[in-house]
């Protein structure tokens, strides 16, 4: 079966750096995802990940260890904007599915 | 104009009505998703289609029912609504080639609907 682990809410101050975590058990492992979502509205697409490492994208990155189960998403300079959440998504190798971690909730405070 | 719309928007309807949510997208996407989306529990897979006579259920496919008209249009319907399936609704597209970001998912706007 799969399992996606991720922390229900975060704080953090603007400028700041935060790190949020993300740990996954699957049977077939095809990619891990990063959606950012702001309340009532849609996700939308932050990173993808499917070999090891860190893919760096402006303020956002993202880091991967497969054998590990393991992702992070680090948000650099944060802003106010950044209060979010941030969804972890695993696609299955087999059916080609996303499955949705519960999402982390980030509140950036002045 | 948006990639991937959803109507209504929001909705408000009584217990064992009959109510059909739509999805269109011009992004030319071969796959289309249905998904809800709860306080806690996340996105959760209703039903996917990965073209037009593709049809499959997702992990919580029960008491809903899709139809794939077209390649740009996936609706859902909610055959006899029960207050249990108030939720958020997101659409998502998502194309099969070998395409950059992993062939991430598009999401619609999401349509709120009420059961009462």
């Known amino acids: 079966g799969q399992n996606i682990d991720q922390p229900t809410e975060m704080t953090a101050t603007e400028g700041a750096i935060v790190q949020i975590n993300c740990t996954y058990q699957?049977?077939?492992?095809?990619?891990l995802f990063w959606y950012q979502q702001h309340a009532g509205e849609a996700p939308t697409f932050l990173s993808y990940?499917?070999?090891?490492g860190l893919e760096e994208k402006g303020r956002f990155s993202s880091f991967l260890s497969r054998s590990k189960g393991y992702s992070y998403l680090l948000l650099k300079e944060l802003q106010m904007k950044d209060s979010a959440s941030y969804l972890c998504a695993v696609r299955d190798h087999n059916t080609d599915k996303l499955i949705f971690g519960t999402g982390t909730r980030l509140q950036v405070f002045p | 104009d948006a990639d991937v719309t959803q109507t209504p928007r929001n909705r408000i309807t009584k217990t064992g009505k009959r109510i059909m949510l739509e999805c269109s997208q011009t992004?030319?996407?071969?796959?289309m998703y249905w998904y809800r989306q709860d306080p806690g529990l996340g996105l959760r897979l209703i039903y996917y289609?990965?073209?037009?006579?593709?049809?499959n259920k997702g992990e919580i496919s029960d008491g809903y029912s899709v139809s794939r008209q077209a390649q740009a249009k996936f609706s859902l319907s909610l055959e006899s609504a029960i207050p249990n399936q108030t939720a958020l609704y997101f659409c998502?597209?998502?194309?099969?080639?070998?395409?950059?970001?992993?062939?991430?998912?598009?999401f619609g706007p999401g349509t709120r609907l009420t059961v009462l």
């Open positions: 998502a597209t998502s194309d099969s080639g070998t395409g950059g970001h992993g062939n991430e998912q598009f």
């Open positions: 990940n499917v070999l090891d």
């Open positions: 699957t049977s077939g492992f095809n990619g």
């Open positions: 992004k030319g996407h071969d796959r």
């Open positions: 289609s990965f073209d037009v006579k593709d049809i």
